[in-house]
C-alpha cells in the first residue's frame, strides 16, 4: 500500500492528540472510530483522513458533548461546524465515566467552559486553546471570562502540577502562553465598550523581584475595554525604573502587583504615594493600589486594595484627582 509511509501508529497518534493508546483501541472497538486499513499483522495504521475524525472526536469531548454521541458526529462528519457555541445548552449528562487519571485536571465546580479548555492543554493542543479562549472574550467580555474561565483552569493546571511530581509543567507553560496572548488581543477581539477617556494613564507594573504578569495582562486589558488609557510595565519592574516612568507619564494610579508574600514591600508602596509633580499650587499624586494576594489582606496603611479584577477596574474607570 503506497500510502502506509503516510500513516502513523497508534501510539504516534496518541501522542499527538494527547490521549493515551488504550483510549484509542476503546473507541475503535466501541464508537468504530478505528483505522480504515491494517497492515499484515492488524497492526493499526492511521491515515490523515483517520486522524481528522479522531481530531473532531477530541473537540466534541472537550467541549462536554458525550463520547457515544461525538463518535457519532465526528464519523458522520457533522463535527466539522466545530465545537457548540458557548451559549448553547450543555449536553445531557450520560453519568460518571471513567478516565484515564493522567488526564483529569481537578477542576471541581466549574463552568463547562473550563473543562474543555483543560482538555485542550492536556492535550497540548494550541489551536483549541486559542479558538476557544478568543471566542470566549468575543462573546462574553474579558472580565467574566478571567474571572469564570482563566482563572480556575490555570489554578488546576497549577495543582495538578504539584501533586505529580513536576510533571504537566508543559501544560501549564503553554496555557499560560495562550492565556496571555488572548488577553493581548483582547482588544481586536471586542469592540472598546467606552470612549478612550482623557485622563493621565494608569501605570501597571509588578514589584521588583514579581515575575507573575497574568493579572496585571488581565487587568490591563479589561481597562483598555472601559476606555481606560495604560501603560504596561510588566515583570519585575527596578525601583529607580518605577519611579522614572511615574514621573515621565504622571500616572492617575499606579498597580503595584505582588503575587507572593516575599515580593510585597511597603516601603515601595510609600515611596511611589509620596511622589508629587505639577507646578507650584498645583500638586498632584498618584493612586497607589498594591494589589495582589502578595500583599495580604489589607494593603498599607492609607492605601486603597482591590480584592478582585472586577473591582480594580470599577475602581480605576472613575476619575480622581490626586
Given amino acids: 500500500m503506497n500510502d502506509s509511509a503516510a500513516a502513523l501508529t497508534s501510539g504516534a497518534v496518541a501522542r499527538r492528540l494527547g490521549v493515551s493508546p488504550t483510549t484509542l483501541r476503546s473507541w475503535d472497538r466501541r464508537y468504530g472510530l478505528g483505522p480504515a486499513a491494517r497492515t499484515q499483522g492488524r497492526h493499526r495504521r492511521w491515515t490523515p483522513e483517520d486522524i481528522a475524525v479522531l481530531e473532531h472526536m477530541c473537540r466534541l469531548t472537550a467541549s462536554g458533548i458525550p463520547p457515544g454521541e461525538a463518535a457519532r458526529l465526528a464519523s458522520e462528519g457533522e463535527a466539522s461546524r466545530g465545537p457548540r457555541a458557548t451559549g448553547e445548552p450543555d449536553a445531557p449528562s450520560t453519568g460518571r465515566r471513567r478516565r484515564d487519571a493522567s488526564t483529569v485536571l481537578p477542576l471541581g465546580d466549574v463552568r463547562q467552559e473550563c473543562r474543555g479548555l483543560a482538555r485542550a492543554a492536556v492535550r497540548l493542543d494550541a489551536q483549541e486553546m486559542q479558538s476557544r479562549l478568543d471566542s470566549l472574550i468575543g462573546e462574553h467580555g474579558l472580565v467574566p471570562v478571567w474571572e469564570e474561565v482563566m482563572v480556575p483552569t490555570l489554578r488546576a493546571v497549577g495543582r495538578k502540577w504539584e501533586l505529580s511530581d513536576d510533571r504537566y509543567v508543559e501544560v501549564e507553560h503553554l496555557l ?17 465598550t467606552a470612549p478612550l477617556l482623557d485622563t493621565s494613564p494608569v501605570l501597571l507594573a509588578c514589584m521588583p523581584d514579581e515575575q507573575h504578569t497574568l493579572p496585571l495582562e488581565a487587568l490591563n486589558a479589561a481597562l483598555g475595554e472601559n476606555g481606560v488609557p495604560t501603560r504596561m510595565l510588566g515583570a519585575a519592574v527596578p525601583l529607580e525604573a518605577l519611579v522614572a516612568a511615574v514621573r515621565r ?17 511597603e516601603a515601595v508602596a510609600r515611596r511611589v504615594a509620596a511622589m508629587e509633580w505639577g507646578p507650584a499650587g498645583a500638586r498632584r499624586r498618584a493612586r497607589v493600589l498594591p494589589s495582589g494576594p502578595g500583599w495580604g489582606r489589607s494593603a498599607p496603611s492609607g492605601l486603597a486594595r482591590c480584592g478582585s ?3 480594580a477596574v470599577t475602581l480605576l474607570s472613575t476619575p480622581h484627582s490626586g
Fill in 176 to 192: 499560560s502562553w495562550h492565556v496571555s496572548t488572548a488577553l493581548r488581543c483582547a482588544p481586536l477581539l471586542r469592540p472598546r
Fill in 249 to 265: 507619564t504622571g500616572p492617575s494610579a499606579v498597580v503595584l502587583w505582588s503575587q507572593a508574600r516575599s515580593t510585597a514591600g
Fill in 309 to 311: 479584577l472586577r473591582d
